[in-house]
T-cell receptor, first 114, second 114 residues
């Protein structure tokens, strides 16, 4: 079935790197996304990767995609206290007709210790 | 640009009561979505709409109804509230250019059913 899995919690010290992992199920997913949810707020798109890429870098963020293992990771370099949030990965899968929909993971709570 | 707005922010209902969660977007997006977020469970899609007058069920539609009479508005109706509907509800919208589907989220409505 459609199931996107993430570990629930990650704690790091300020200045360290954080790595948040995700496994997805649909090998035909064309886009994979990382969303960030700050306390009391909705989700915001952080970054995404197209399925024909292995890696995407965007300032402090690095996304790695292993299509063979259906594994996606998000690395945050020099993690700051402002990075404390819940991070969701999401895969796009085909819906009815020409639509597609997003399947979200369970979310990983990142806690950054000063 | 307000983006996606939701009202109310918080609500407490008694079992059996009904209510409508409001959602409005000002980005002229054709697609709109309703999700519920339960702790440790990620986001589950309740209903979605691909345009005015067209709605379809998501993963967890039971106990809910929707309508889409305009591009901007996508209200979610709970007819007979049950404790299992205690959750945080998010509305989202996107200009769905499948397969890319960046969704924009509202701030959420926290609903408690007692």
């Amino acid at each position: 079935g459609e199931d996107v899995e993430q570990s629930l919690f990650l704690s790091v010290r300020e200045g360290d790197s954080s790595v948040i992992n995700c496994t997805y199920t649909d090998s035909s997913s064309t886009y994979l996304y990382w969303y960030k949810q700050e306390p009391g707020a909705g989700l915001q798109l952080l970054t995404y990767i197209f399925s024909n890429m292995d890696m995407k870098q965007d300032q402090r963020l690095t996304v790695l995609l292993n299509k063979k293992d259906k594994h996606l990771s998000l690395r945050i370099a020099d993690t700051q206290t402002g990075d404390s949030a819940i991070y969701f990965c999401a895969e796009s899968i085909k819906g009815g007709g020409a639509t597609n929909k997003l399947i979200f993971g369970t979310g990983t709570l990142l806690a950054v210790q000063p | 640009n307000a983006g996606v707005t939701q009202t109310p922010k918080f609500r407490i209902l008694k079992i059996g009561q009904s209510m409508t969660l409001q959602c409005t977007q000002d980005m002229n997006h054709n697609y709109m979505y309703w999700y519920r977020q339960d702790p440790g469970m990620g986001l589950k899609l309740i209903y979605y709409s691909v345009g005015a007058g067209i709605t379809d069920k998501g993963e967890v539609p039971n106990g809910y109804n929707v309508s889409r009479s305009t591009t901007e508005d996508f209200p979610l109706r709970l007819e007979l509230a049950a404790p299992s509907q205690t959750s945080v509800y998010f509305c989202a919208s996107s200009y769905n250019r499948a397969p890319y589907n960046e969704q924009f989220f509202g701030p959420g409505t926290r609903l408690t059913v007692l």
